[in-house]
């Protein structure tokens, strides 16, 4: 008995789709598509962009969130509740997406990278201690850091003395210093800015869904 034919859909005739039916053609497409990505790429453009991939991502976003209580859909509370101390924007997962690509706009984002590493370095367990505190010293508090963070000299120091016998805690005064100025300088601006408010604006209209 002859198996029924089964119809594919063409891939190149499905609306908003820009691939090709051909392999070859597809490769191509996807390098063209990253080239244009790449140098069309501005900071004045990074509120809507990040606008439409929130769009886009919005029904999965919570979904990989540390927190017991989140939920599958983001809600204008939480984004609200942002609002109200840096310390409850980055106690959600989605908080810390958001103001960590706010903070790439403005050329800053080491700062939360490194307070996210302090965070994760201190659940690690000791035998992993040293190998974890030489590498954030190397990437963000070392003189010639490529991702050196604004601290003073005798921060750093003492920070290079401390991790020669590393504790969880060793990281503590630098990432203290740090949280301090994402907090008065970097949180204002970012509760002003067109990302945030836009955000919120959507979901408190219910047009995110």
């Known amino acids: 008995m002859r198996a029924a034919a089964i119809s594919t859909p063409r891939l190149d005739k499905m609306p908003g789709m820009f691939f090709s039916a051909h392999p070859k053609d597809l490769k191509e497409t996807d390098h063209s598509l990253l080239d244009d990505k790449t140098h069309k790429r501005r900071p004045r453009t990074f509120g809507m962009d990040m606008k439409a991939h929130l769009r886009f991502m919005m029904p999965h976003l919570e979904s990989g969130m540390k927190s017991s209580k989140s939920k599958a859909i983001l809600s204008a509370d939480e984004v609200m509740q942002w609002s109200q101390s840096l310390e409850k924007l980055l106690a959600n997962q989605t908080g810390q997406d958001v103001f960590g690509n706010f903070l790439k706009s403005e050329f800053s984002e080491e700062n939360i990278e490194f307070w996210l590493a302090c965070e994760d370095y201190k659940k690690t367990e000791s035998n992993l201690l040293h190998s974890k505190a030489e590498n954030i010293y190397k990437v963000f508090v070392h003189s010639e850091a490529a991702k050196q963070i604004n601290i003073d000299f005798r921060t750093r120091e003492s920070t290079a003395k401390k991790i020669k016998s590393p504790t969880p805690t060793c990281f503590d005064e630098a ?28 979901l408190q209209a219910g047009s995110l869904k």
Do not use: A, C, G, V
């Not at 601006?189 to 604006?201: A, E």
């Open 175 to 202: 990432q203290k210093l740090i949280y301090t100025l994402m907090e008065k300088d970097s949180y204002p601006r970012f509760l002003k800015s067109d990302i945030y408010l836009n955000l919120l604006n959507d």
